[in-house]
């Protein structure tokens, strides 16, 4: 800031302005201020001093909550609020510096910046402080201790400084240059020249460098050459302050009189899209300070030196009744400071004091401040008192003299061996992070110890010294971290990738079963274990691979087409690339917000539970309008064969949907009927808080049959009338579908609670009690029975966090009314078989699945499935005929117990959806499935491009009399082009460790015959459409340009994946053994399970055991003496 020209009262302080300091009062000083203060021998303030306690502070209007004493008698030169913590910086013109901390304004630091020139601009950074003084630049931690201290030439004298970046500094001054500081070096990068010189004020936007000059002008200079490309002649006098925001600036200053310089009291306003000044702002404040505070407004805060403020619009008319006064205890107020927030303003005065207005009584400096590091507090003069009757009484507490005489405590060598200490466990958290290169490892400090400090422990007891071995020593078992909560096959898990892809992953350590996992690396894989779920209900995977349409994205189609991957799979993972792509198109998805960013989906954003019941509640409703819009179109001959298929309805209503009547009952009597269906239920748990018992059937009852009041239109009243809403069932579905709706802690109490009383209840049963403070012991509870002994008794862990029953009936009653309850295998006995009860109208449904999520910290939480594995599966995939429950957590699948599907640790194990099925489910469906592909998907089919021709160059479509037949040998190449890029990490040790693969998309599919006289001509020859961005086209390697894949510019032979798809599918079905290189890679991306004994990859058939594998072109120069990808280069 310029103070030539100022108020003449300021002059007083010029001769004493860098004396040394007495502690006698300066005349102007207010006594009162200063009764409380204690000042150390130089006369600086030890404490802050509030305004009084019974200061109200009004919401939204400035008023003082605090005044402290920076320096007593020292008028303050510059104040800046701290930009990352919440501080207040206040430098004065004795070279002093002192910091405050929050809005009580209590002293954090006081030094000293330079020892003759004042402060003149503070900075603060991330790790310390700027400090700016006529020829000095000092950076210093906040504590006080210098990083660096930067000597300017001593001809130089600067006012301003600015940060353009986190690393570079702009310094002005009355000199007729600008330096660049680069303060990672230290050093001046660079000497920028300037043509009017007294550059005092500095301000940045994203488009201009704003430099205020001594002559009262504003020049914009460009922001990489720094070169003006616009200057505003402001004052004629010199320049006071100005301010930026948006596409204004305002400035105040002094205009020249006959007199002298005069303080104008006509703000000037530019308006920088046109580059001109507009209308100026009178004010009745002389202008000294200015700042823009855009909190609701771009409103302006004017100060005057005299401690008047005044606020008003930068384009409107200024009001007198805006302006407040301050009360500084000097007569001038010297600088002036807005938070970040916009919630404080800070003004220091001529006698050393800082005044502190807010707008609220419990503001912040900064939007996001980081804690505050503050000093320990010193223990030498306030020791503890020792307590003699503790054992572990540490004597060293104790001084004693220094002696070379036995001390008692010593004991003779015969009674004594020498032992060292044992070393104490690796932190949990090095050991997870810890990255092995040989036998030396390598892992960040996770910083939750001091330095060089290892807290000593006696060994009290063996439990207590054997919590030491719980903690593996060594990366190789890090897996099983004792200190989450979690379950190790409950944590999310994450493929391994190395330079040969996924070929060396063994997916076999995760899954020893026979059934396939999901792969989830994919986009939205969140949903994977609903795939599952869906997989194991017997008539939805046979419904679903009858099931083929014309339609391009067709949900059903590409869910088929993964359940037939899934059904040939034996133990290796699928991915659901196709349907997820096909998932990302549909309009209501998106709409719904299922799709997910990959950054959210990565970090775990996203509330994983509701997103999944809203899946659930989407995909049952897209399946029962695919199966509703099926039509038998030519291409497809036969794909409506199947049994499923009726006639104006569908079977995925006939499984999922309830028909119900909605009645309305208006206060008049009017009663209104309408019915309806719905395809799953939602729980709505009971306003309870007495701990009450509930059963689940309970709550399902509560709501399936929901009563309601609400408002709603009465036709009787012809007006909104409070009416009373029941549902009635007409209907019980064959699969009943769940959302727990468990998203508040309010609901996870309840089941929490619920837990909690099932379990008791459940010990009373069974021959004991247990009270709220007492575990029973695995030797007592074996104890507890039945006195025949006929019951075998379940453990105490198998009944703990347990409230949703394995069975429930259901009644229709004679008035429309639903009897559900709770269903054991005792009531079985006693009440018969339920299917002779189905005659009459009641039904048993036992749990097949439930879905759960897992709240994990550390991954930002999964969803798993438990499923209950029919027998048919089993014979399939096993051979044997039993049922059991599995664990389904992407590709790791391990059976477990049926408690543990039913077990809901609300920690972090939370219920989201449950699936129960009638019994003898599968009897009353035909289950046979019937391949819909034809042979006529191969015949000729037209291209989607407008310009392709009518001939085709490239290939020649099979006839009739060609058809493949089994074991017929077909070639095929695919190419593709990348969606995504690979995302990886360097390892400290420089290896490249791959953390998510690049997504690719198949674009172009070749199959050439094998046999016949028209050998060694390609058949199919398609384009692959596709609607995704395209980041890299390969287009050395796979001859695919930008534009091949566009129906509106290609010339190319263009169909979609789902067509060329069913032409793959229709040859592995047919049996033809495929021929070519590298062919496991290439049915990966197109999303395809072939068996091995129909592939013929010339990657393994020239394999030599413990070599590289031979690349395509090699193979072609050796065998062929053929140049491959030579046409391509050349392109």
């Known amino acids: 800031m310029n103070f030539e020209g100022l108020d003449p009262g300021l002059a007083e302080y010029a001769p004493a302005m860098h004396s040394a300091l007495d ?110 003084t006529k020829n000095n630049l000092k950076y210093m931690a906040r504590g006080g201790l210098i990083i660096f201290d930067y000597l300017l030439d001593e001809n130089e004298d600067m006012h301003s400084l600015l940060l353009t970046d986190s690393s570079i500094l702009l310094i002005g001054g009355l000199q007729n240059h600008i330096l660049e500081i680069d303060l990672n070096t ?88 046109m580059m001109r000044a507009i209308t ?69 005065d001529s006698e050393g004091c800082v005044h502190l207005w807010t707008d609220s009584p419990e503001p912040s400096f900064n939007p996001y401040s980081r804690e505050t590091e503050f000093a320990l507090p010193c223990l030498v003069d306030s020791l503890p008192p020792l307590d003699w009757s503790q054992d572990l009484l540490p004597l060293s507490l104790i001084p004693v003299p220094l002696t070379t005489d036995t001390l008692l405590s010593d004991w003779p060598a015969a009674n004594s061996a020498p032992a060292p200490r044992r070393a104490p466990p690796v932190d949990a958290e090095i050991l997870r992070t810890m990255k092995k290169v040989g036998f030396i490892g390598y892992a960040p400090n996770p910083r939750t110890k001091l330095r060089n400090q290892i807290p000593y422990r006696l060994k009290e007891s063996d439990s207590e010294f054997d919590s030491f071995s719980q903690v593996t020593e060594s990366p190789v078992g890090r897996e099983e971290e004792p200190h989450l909560h979690v379950s190790k096959k409950y ?38 274990c609903m795939i599952q779920v869906l997989y194991f209900l017997e008539p939805v995977r046979c419904l679903i691979q009858n099931h083929l349409c014309q339609k391009e994205f067709c949900l059903a189609c590409e869910l088929g087409f993964l359940f037939h991957m899934l059904d040939l799979s034996r133990g290796d993972p699928c991915q659901g690339s196709n349907f997820l792509r096909a998932f990302r198109t549909i309009p209501e998805a998106s709409a719904l917000g299922l799709i997910l960013a990959d950054s959210d989906e990565a970090s775990g954003k996203g509330n994983l539970a509701r997103l999944i019941q809203r899946w659930n509640r989407f995909i049952l409703t897209q399946l029962h309008q695919d199966m509703q819009e099926l ?47 719905t395809l799953l239920f939602t729980l709505s748990y009971p306003d309870d808080k007495t701990g009450k018992n509930y059963d689940f059937a309970q709550v399902l009852k509560r709501s399936i049959c929901l009563d309601q009041n609400t408002q709603a239109w009465c036709d009787n009243c012809e007006k909104y009338q409070p009416t009373i809403q029941t549902r009635n069932i007409r209907h019980l579905p064959d699969i009943l579908v769940i959302n727990c709706e468990v998203n508040s802690s309010k609901e996870a ?116 499935a438990h499923i209950k594995v029919g027998e048919t599966y089993h014979q399939r995939k096993e051979g044997v005929t039993h049922q059991q429950w599995y664990l389904f957590n992407d590709f790791l699948i391990e059976p477990i117990d049926k408690h543990e599907a039913v077990q809901f640790d609300m920690n972090w194990k939370v219920p989201a959806i449950l699936y129960y099925v009638k019994r003898n489910l599968n009897s009353r469906y035909n289950l046979n499935i019937k ?71 198949v674009a172009r599919i070749t199959c050439v015959r094998g046999q016949g006289p028209n050998e060694g001509i390609p058949f199919i020859d398609d384009y692959i459409s596709t609607q995704e961005q395209v980041v890299d086209y390969l287009t050395q390697y796979s001859g695919i340009k930008p534009g091949d894949l566009d129906a509106k510019i290609s010339s190319k032979h263009l169909t979609t994946l789902k067509s060329t798809y069913l032409k793959l599918r229709f040859l592995i079905d047919i049996g033809v053994k495929f021929v070519g290189h590298g062919l496991q890679k290439d049915f990966r991306v197109i999303n395809l399970m072939v068996p091995k004994d129909q592939v013929l990859d010339t ?33």
């Open 491 to 528: 944590r999310k898990v994450t493929i391994k990738y190395s330079k040969l892809g996924l070929e060396d992953f063994d997916f076999k350590h995760y899954n020893k079963t026979l059934f396939a996992g999901l792969e989830p690396h994919i986009p939205n894989a969140y949903c994977n």
């Open 23 to 132: 502690p006698v009062l300066d005349a102007h000083l207010n006594p009162s201020l200063l009764q409380n203060v204690e000042l150390d021998p130089e006369g600086v303030a030890l404490e802050a001093l509030p305004v009084q306690e019974s200061v109200h502070i009004m919401e939204g209007v400035y008023s003082e909550l605090h005044s402290v004493v920076a320096e007593v008698g020292v008028p303050v030169s510059v104040s800046h609020f701290d930009l990352h913590e919440e501080m207040l910086w206040v430098g004065s013109h004795g070279g002093h510096a002192t910091s405050f901390f929050g809005p009580a304004l209590e002293r954090y630091s006081s030094f000293q910046v330079n020892g003759s020139d004042d402060i003149r601009q503070i900075q603060s950074l991330e790790n310390g402080i700027l400090f700016l």
């Open 1099 to 1131: 990657v393994y058939l020239f394999h030599m055991p413990r070599k590289r594998m031979i690349s395509l072109r090699f193979l072609a120069w050796y065998f062929l003496d053929a140049a491959v990808f030579s046409s391509v280069l050349a392109l």
């Open 280 to 348: 100026p702002l009178q004010v009745h404040v002389d202008p000294a300070f200015l700042r823009f505070i855009p909190t609701y407004t771009s409103r302006l805060a004017i100060i005057s030196q005299s401690g008047q403020c005044q606020f008003c619009e930068p384009t409107g008319l200024a009001n007198p009744a805006d302006i407040f006064h301050v009360n500084p205890v000097g007569p001038l107020l010297m600088t002036f400071d807005v938070s970040a927030s916009k919630q404080a303003l800070a003004f220091g």
């Open 931 to 1001: 391949n819909p592909i034809e042979a006529s998907v191969l015949l000729a089919e037209a291209s989607l491009a407008r310009k392709q021709r009518k001939t085709h160059t490239t290939f020649i479509p099979l006839m009739l009399n060609e058809m493949p037949q089994i074991g017929d040998l077909v070639g095929l190449d695919a190419e593709f082009v990348t969606l995504n890029e690979e995302e990886a990490e360097l390892r400290s040790d420089g290896t490249k460790s791959t953390i998510k693969p690049s997504q690719m998309s």
């Open 749 to 864: 109490d309840f089941w929490r609670m619920q837990a909690e009383v099932a379990f008791k209840m459940a010990v009373k049963k069974h021959g004991g009690e247990i009270s709220k403070n007492k575990e029973f012991a695995l030797a007592d509870w074996k104890e507890l029975g039945s006195p025949e002994g006929v019951l075998v008794c379940p453990s105490i862990e198998e009944l703990k966090n347990v409230w949703l029953p394995f069975s429930i009936r259901m009644k229709m009653t004679r008035n429309k009314g639903l009897d559900v309850c709770n269903w054991t295998d005792g009531d079985e006995m006693q009440w018969g078989p339920a299917r002779a009860e189905e005659e009459h109208g009641v039904y048993v449904y036992d749990l097949m699945a439930t879905v759960v999520h897992i709240l994990d910290s550390r991954t930002g939480g999964s969803l798993v």
């Open 631 to 677: 039509e038998v179109p030519q291409a497809y001959r036969g794909a409506g064969g199947s049994s499923f298929c009726s006639s104006g309805d569908s079977v995925i209503g006939q499984l999922f949907s309830c028909e119900m009547e909605n009645c309305s009952l208006c206060r008049c009597g009017s009663e209104t009927v309408r019915a309806s269906s």
């Open 186 to 273: 230290v050093q001046e990068t660079q000497k920028y020249a300037v043509e009017t010189p007294g550059v005092t004020i500095m301000r940045q936007t994203n488009r201009f460098f704003f430099c205020g000059h001594t002559s009262g002008k504003v020049s914009l200079r460009d922001l990489r050459t720094f070169k003006v490309e616009h200057e505003f002649d402001a004052f004629s006098g010199s320049l006071s302050d100005f301010d930026v925001h948006g596409n204004l600036l305002a400035a105040c200053g002094f205009s020249s009189r006959l007199t002298g310089l005069a303080c104008d009291r006509f703000l000037k306003v530019y308006d920088l899209r």
